[in-house]
């Protein structure tokens, strides 16, 4: 009798050991102003207001005006896009900016879904809402807010909602999409004080979901989208029912990470490496190295001056262009560096990216997109959220271009509940813009997997 009431203090105080270290897990965050000045005294305006994409004729000739002014620089003989946007490509995309590109088409695109704006801790936050006009009988809508990162938009998930919303199996699930603008992105108001990092940009949405009705939905974010989203599961992981993400750089190397880089070449199957885990990590160092230089210039830019770089770029369309369309090209494939027109239209179709493009230049967001680096780098790894796990079901998406590379095991030391790791067949960084398809489907295989828990 003694050893089975010893037996059950052991038990017992090791389950209240561990529901108190995953109780610690949970990320703090407190609430915060970004509007000008103070905060106000009295109730705060939570109403939410319709918005429309406008253009007006002043801005749309302001913008000829800047591209038939810019001064072309030619580029280097044999460079192709390996000194960043090819200047003779570059003359061609202007051209066809200026005289084929027709911004009032693309707003009327933008619009083909419900826009809205409503104010949280004192900004005003935009995002898309649409609704499944058909939902199986005795079934409900599933909610799915889904964050984009830098230097896309909202708009990166347009080829996606039809798929989610609109399901060609009428037995599969249905969902109700949220696409929100990080504030400083967009048609989103910029924060008009220091320190609004990833955190506050999860808080904010959770505040967003929660005026919306959503007792609890599911999440899918890439690139800055990725953090915000997984601060989000970190915030509230009860609120939270799965997190679905398609990049996660390693974790803070902790001792499995480090043995795996160290001895996954010699012992692959000991770490679960596969093929591509073997290719993808193990080119020779200084090829990794002078890599990383190529790739990381603009973030160093970001994370330190922001504001100086961003000012010629708020100021020239040609230069937002170049500066962003560089990224879609070499993002989405490395191999892009080699070719005249970085096969920036291989992939996706110049009125797609100068929609993109031109969701930056007439909100004028370029300068507080660039200062969401500093934000989020000023205290390095030092931020509570990196050495907190993340306990919500997990979805991976790895596609093959991705800029970083994550093996299944490194994604498991960040994310303790990863249920589905999938190989994607094809794509790169954003790949939501770029195979729609593909991302859609393994949300909604992740999606099932969970929900088919929870009915258990």
Request: charged share 20%; glycine share 8%.
């Amino acid at each position: 009798m003694f050893t089975e009431v010893l037996i059950g203090l052991v038990l017992g105080g090791v389950i209240i050991l561990l529901l108190l270290r995953r109780r610690s897990h949970v990320l703090k965050s407190e609430d915060g102003w970004w509007g000008v000045g103070p905060v106000p005294d009295g109730e705060q305006d939570t109403s939410i207001q319709p918005f429309t994409v406008t253009t007006s004729d002043g801005e749309l000739e302001d913008l000829r005006r800047r591209l038939e002014q810019t001064r072309p620089v030619p580029s280097l003989e044999d460079s192709q896009f390996h000194y960043g946007f090819n200047s003779r490509y570059l003359e061609e995309v202007v051209s066809y900016w200026r005289h084929d590109f027709d911004w009032r088409k693309q707003v009327d695109k933008l619009n083909q879904y419900p826009h809205f704006k409503t104010n949280i801790e004192g900004i005003d936050v935009h995002y898309v809402h649409v609704k499944p006009k058909r939902v199986p009988e005795g079934s409900s809508a599933i909610p799915l807010i889904m964050v984009h990162g830098w230097p896309g938009s909202f708009y990166e998930f347009y080829g996606m909602i039809p798929l989610l919303t609109e399901p060609s199996d009428p037995q599969g699930l249905v969902f109700e999409v949220v696409c929100p603008s990080i504030p400083g992105y967009g048609f989103s108001e910029a924060p008009h004080k220091k320190g609004f990092d990833s955190v506050c940009a999860a808080r904010i949405f959770h505040k967003l979901m929660r005026r919306l009705g959503f007792q609890q939905f599911y999440a899918h974010g890439g690139d800055w989208g990725w953090l915000v989203t997984t601060n989000m599961a970190q915030l509230e992981p009860k609120i939270v029912k799965g997190l679905h993400v398609n990049f996660a750089p390693a974790a803070k190397p902790g001792l499995t990470v480090t043995l795996s880089i160290l001895l996954g070449r010699l012992f692959p199957k000991l770490f679960g490496f596969t093929s591509m885990d073997l290719e993808r990590i193990y080119p020779c160092m200084q090829k990794l190295f002078v890599e990383s230089i190529k790739e990381t210039g603009y973030m160093h830019i970001q994370a330190t001056k922001p504001d100086t770089a961003g000012r010629g770029l708020n100021d020239s369309p040609v230069g937002l262009a170049a500066y962003i369309l560089e990224k879609f090209s070499t993002w989405t494939s490395q191999n892009f560096r080699t070719l005249e027109d970085g096969g920036l239209t291989r992939k996706f179709s110049l009125d797609d990216l100068l929609t993109n493009v031109m969701i930056y230049w007439t909100s004028g967001c370029i300068v507080p997109s660039m200062r969401f680096y500093k934000e989020n780098f000023a205290n390095g790894l030092n931020q509570p959220h990196v050495n907190i796990p993340v306990y919500v079901p997990t979805g991976f998406a790895s596609f093959p271009n991705e800029l970083m590379h994550t093996p299944k095991l490194w994604v498991q030391q960040k994310f303790r509940n990863l249920l589905t790791y999938t190989p994607m067949a094809r794509g790169g960084h954003f790949a939501a813009m770029e195979e729609p398809q593909l991302m859609a489907e393994d949300i909604n295989n992740f999606i099932s997997k969970v929900e088919k828990m929870k009915a258990h």
